[in-house]
């Protein structure tokens, strides 16, 4: 059993009860201005003003610096293969994403690279991804396949997935995106992948989320409702990337089937807001694409005005988000989605375990949550929206493990 005591910081709970927080909750960080968090194996054992030292226990002095629970990336495509260096080249010189995707680029690159590619190699790539989050701050990451578009190699990206998270101190969410794009070599593609690759997938995954990319050129609002729907008689949590770069009805469609979130959101109608607002589907925001294609943002302020609970995260892939850093995704939501810094942080923590279903386990410094924590280098939280491209905190510690610490 081992102790980890970090004594005199600037605790910002989120105490709050385990579910999405919505407008002023949001901004709600329960701060505590001095303090010390006891840390006992996986588990937060105590918090308030000058616990006892036990025997044995390491001991952190924070010197007043902002302690934090660790952030909850809860959208990623971190599993892949390959590179796409020549897109970016042709970005640079004017080609637009869809334009790159209709001319095999684009996902389907990366799926030829993923298909070629074995578990072991995914695995690796994967797990240095993961360190790279986790010295920013990551503690809990969902990966998402959807880059083998076959069943063979969907598979062996799961698979990929969980031998990487079994040699992480990262919590690793695992997500089925057979539905990412089309593969136009194979006509019965999305029966295929309706009838046969979700139902291998949910025998060797049970309770899989599913996830889906509805967008022109990818499914369709209709087929994506088909695969929902036959997902979830599987019992599978549904999420779904919609409204990217058309509004095609595809967040109503979602709201109605009871998905977990709808992620994307740059093209959204206003109309849809109040429908998001009075479920229990969460929003969830990618700035870091809109930083890296095309300037375009989800209307971050709307969403979080009309009372829908919003998520952000980085979409970290090697196409339209290559970044695995959650505080640049929070200087992005900041600047451009109109949210305050104490917005963001819940958005990054508390609302990013609640998509993944791990909002009463963490996103929180409580006792009994899981001991996941990071340690900034400043004593005002703020700094985390104000600096951008910083070498990330202090400390990171995950489990109750230091898995990062960074000597300054």
């Known amino acids: 059993m081992t102790r980890l005591l970090i004594a005199d910081a600037r605790v910002l709970t989120l105490v709050g009860p385990p579910r999405p927080r919505r407008g002023d909750a949001m901004r709600a960080l329960g701060i505590l201005p001095r303090a010390d968090v006891l840390l006992h194996d996986d588990r937060i054992e105590a918090v308030g003003p000058n616990l006892p030292r036990p025997a044995g226990a390491t001991i952190v002095d924070a010197a007043g610096r902002v302690l934090m629970p660790g952030f909850v990336d809860c959208h990623t495509h971190a599993c892949w ?117 979700l139902p291998a997938v949910v025998d060797a995954f049970p309770g899989i989320t599913c996830d889906a990319y509805c967008e022109t050129g990818a499914w369709s609002v209709e087929d994506t409702c088909r695969l929902f729907r036959a997902a979830a008689a599987r019992g599978c949590p549904l999420r779904v990337h919609t409204d990217q770069f058309h509004s095609l009805g595809m967040t109503r469609a979602a709201i109605e089937l009871g998905a977990s979130s709808v992620d994307h959101l740059e093209a959204v109608d206003p109309a849809d807001l109040p429908r998001l607002a009075a479920s229990d589907t969460i929003a969830v925001a990618l700035p870091c694409s809109g930083f890296h294609l095309d300037g375009r943002y989800a209307p971050g302020r709307a969403i979080v005005d009309a009372g829908a609970a919003l998520a952000i995260a980085t979409n970290y892939n090697p196409g339209s988000a290559p970044t695995p850093s959650m505080p640049f995704a929070i200087a992005l939501a900041c600047r451009e989605l109109g949210l305050t810094p104490a917005e963001a942080i819940v958005a990054s923590t508390v609302n990013g375990a609640c998509v993944l279903g791990l909002g009463a386990d963490r996103g929180q410094i409580a006792p009994g949550a899981r001991a996941d924590v990071q340690l900034l280098d400043s004593t005002d939280e703020r700094e985390l929206a104000y600096e951008f491209a910083t070498p990330g905190p202090r400390l990171v510690v995950s489990g109750g493990r230091i898995v990062a610490r960074r000597a300054v």
Not at 127 to 142: D, P, Q
Not at 171 to 186: E, K, M, S, W, Y
């Open 81 to 197: 293969a390959g590179q796409r260096f020549d897109e970016f080249d042709m970005k640079l010189a004017g080609a637009a994403y869809l334009d790159i995707l209709a001319a095999g680029g684009g996902i389907m690159s990366t799926v030829r690279a993923v298909r070629a590619a074995d578990v072991d190699d995914l695995a690796s790539g994967l797990a240095l991804r993961l360190e790279r989050m986790l010295a920013l701050g990551t503690t809990t990451a969902e990966v998402k396949s959807g880059y083998g578009l076959r069943t063979d190699a969907e598979l062996r990206m799961l698979l990929a997935v969980r031998a990487a998270a079994e040699r992480s101190p990262m919590t690793v969410v695992p997500t089925f995106l057979g539905a990412h794009a089309i593969d136009r070599d194979r006509p019965n593609f999305i029966d295929e992948t309706i009838e046969e690759t």
